[in-house]
């Protein structure tokens, strides 16, 4: 039996369409961390910036700790996304950073609402990432 070019080629897409879908089917996603998390990584740098804003008014001791923790684990969490993977146990230990300093730090009133901004962009981040 002899194949035409045509038929060649018509059964040649068909089984290269039919493996690519099964591969994808049963594949795990693969993330291409610069092209699902750059809105993430643009947050966890804009919140970066706002607390190098906040530490001018630091009071040293505790409230110093406080930045440099929610700064330490931002900075883990975006390692992890640039790398491709969503740590949120690394993620949640920033927002509790976060909200520990807003809650016990000396603010201007400016520089609150640009943290309590970031902390919730970061809350619906996480929860975007769960569903």
């Given at each position: 039996m002899t194949f035409s070019r045509?038929?060649?080629?018509?059964a040649f897409m068909g089984a290269s369409v039919?493996?690519?879908?099964?591969?994808?089917?049963?594949?795990?996603?693969?993330?291409?961390?610069d092209r699902d998390y750059p809105e993430v990584r643009e947050l966890v740098d804009r919140t970066q910036s706002d607390l190098r804003t906040a530490v001018d008014l630091e009071h040293g001791g505790k409230q110093a700790d406080r930045y440099?923790?929610?700064?330490?684990?931002l900075s883990d969490?975006?390692?992890?996304?640039?790398?491709?993977?969503?740590?949120?146990?690394?993620?949640?230990?920033?927002?509790?950073?976060?909200?520990h300093l807003l809650d016990h730090n000396t603010l201007q009133a400016s520089t609150?609402?640009?943290?309590?901004?970031d902390l919730e962009d970061l809350r619906v981040a996480r929860d975007h990432h769960d569903h």
């Open positions: 045509r038929h060649f080629a018509t039919t493996a690519a879908l099964s591969g994808v089917a049963g594949a795990a996603p693969r993330w291409d961390h440099r923790n929610a700064q330490d684990h969490f975006d390692r992890s996304l640039s790398k491709g993977h969503f740590d949120k146990d690394r993620l949640d230990k920033a927002i509790g950073d976060l909200q609150r609402e640009a943290l309590r901004r």
